[in-house]
Nanobody, 119 residues
């Protein structure tokens, strides 16, 4: 079992920045960030391999968000710049993925952190 604890959410004006952190109780797994806005399904934001060598982003955040990790501290980060009101959501961290069908499925999830972007 891997425990994940997110932090860093909050309220920011459009155009501002936030950095989310996800502290994991174990190391070496691929990690991802997802988000869920009110009334919408959870969507993929970004992910990073266990060694940090490869990253992926959704088209909606590409060029504005950066995922990284510190394997010594077993922490993943999501640097969010040029935030827009449509980025408002609960952001979830996930770890250890498996390829199932046509996409990755993650085994462990954090409790989420709220990000609110005002116009």
């Amino acid at each position: 079992q891997v425990q994940l604890v997110e932090s860093g959410g909050g309220l920011v004006q459009a155009g501002g920045s936030l950095r989310l952190s996800c502290a994991a109780s174990d190391r070496g797994y691929a990690m991802g960030w997802f988000r869920q806005a009110p009334g919408k399904e959870r969507e993929f934001v970004a992910d990073i391999t266990g060694n940090g060598g490869s990253t992926n982003y959704s088209d909606s955040v590409k060029g504005r968000f950066t995922i990284s990790r510190d394997n010594v501290k077993t922490t993943a980060y999501l640097q969010m710049n040029s935030l827009k009101p449509e980025d408002t959501a609960v952001y979830y961290c996930a770890a250890r993925r498996r390829w199932v069908g046509l996409r990755y499925e993650y085994d462990f999830w954090g409790q989420g952190t709220q990000v609110t972007v005002s116009p």
